[in-house]
């Protein structure tokens, strides 16, 4: 069985940084696409940055482009994304999913989702 796990969510200040780490067990991460999602309060889950299973493709939506970085190990079965330059809007539950298709925008193509870590960032 597959499963995802996220860490390294809290509390930020506007400006300020966090790094979210995503595990993946039970299969070779190599395996999937990955991408990062984050769902806010009374708003839809979208996607926030996607990243191929070796790294060659990445996405971002042009809410984070050049201030979120993903980032994959997959000798580590591990996947990252870098968050700077946060601010209050980015406050949102984050998660990880593991797509078995190429890399995509919609949720509906990734098939094992985590639990999510919340982010907060405060102004």
């Known amino acids: 069985q597959v499963q995802l796990v996220e860490s390294g969510g809290g509390l930020a200040q506007a400006g300020g940084s966090l790094r979210l780490s995503c595990v993946v067990s039970?299969?070779?991460?190599?395996?999937?696409?990955m991408g990062w999602f984050r769902q806010a309060p009374g708003k839809e889950r979208d996607i926030v940055a996607g990243?191929?299973?070796?790294?060659?493709?990445?996405y971002y939506s042009d809410s984070v482009k050049g201030r979120f970085t993903i980032s994959r190990d997959n000798a580590k079965n591990m996947v990252y994304l870098q968050m700077s330059s946060l601010i209050p809007e980015d406050t949102a539950v984050y998660y990880c999913a593991a797509s078995e298709k190429s890399l995509a925008r919609a949720s509906s193509a990734y098939d094992i989702w985590g639990q999510g870590t919340q982010v907060t960032v405060s102004s």
């Open positions: 039970g299969r070779a991460a190599s395996t999937y696409a």
């Open positions: 990243i191929s299973w070796n790294g060659g493709r990445l």
